[in-house]
């Protein structure tokens, strides 16, 4: 029996980021079935997939990564959706892990990260 395939939508204001995530997810149980590099495109991908789980970078052109989390929260809410969203900063700072927490994030991961360190913390949040 094949294993569940768990969709996921990047969003990164850099296209190298999110042509590595789409590399260091593939062959593994998440699929990559959107990216986004803003907000808009972003929330218009969210709501035609409605993935299994979102990371989002925290620095976004126009709003903020935490505003777009807010946004999809709402999203989820709504339509009583189990979508997980991770949060992906370079920046490592107390003000940003207490943001995203207080917003719904699920996970916090630092840029650069480790291909394991990526998958672990997707893997806590489908389990």
Known sequence: MAKKKYSVLTIDD??????????ILKNTEFEVVATATHAEEALTKF???HPDLVTIDVNLPHIS???????????????NLHTKCLM???ANKK???????KDGSTAFIV????PETL????RKNVS
């Open 14 to 23: 850099s296209e190298f980021m999110l042509l590595m995530l789409q590399d």
């Open 47 to 49: 709501n035609q997939y």
């Open 65 to 79: 990564g935490f505003e777009l989390l807010k946004e999809i929260k709402v999203i989820i809410k709504e339509e």
């Open 88 to 90: 992906v900063s370079a």
């Open 95 to 101: 003000a940003n892990l207490e943001e995203a927490d």
């Open 111 to 114: 840029k650069p990260f480790k």
């Open 119 to 122: 998958l672990n913390q997707l």
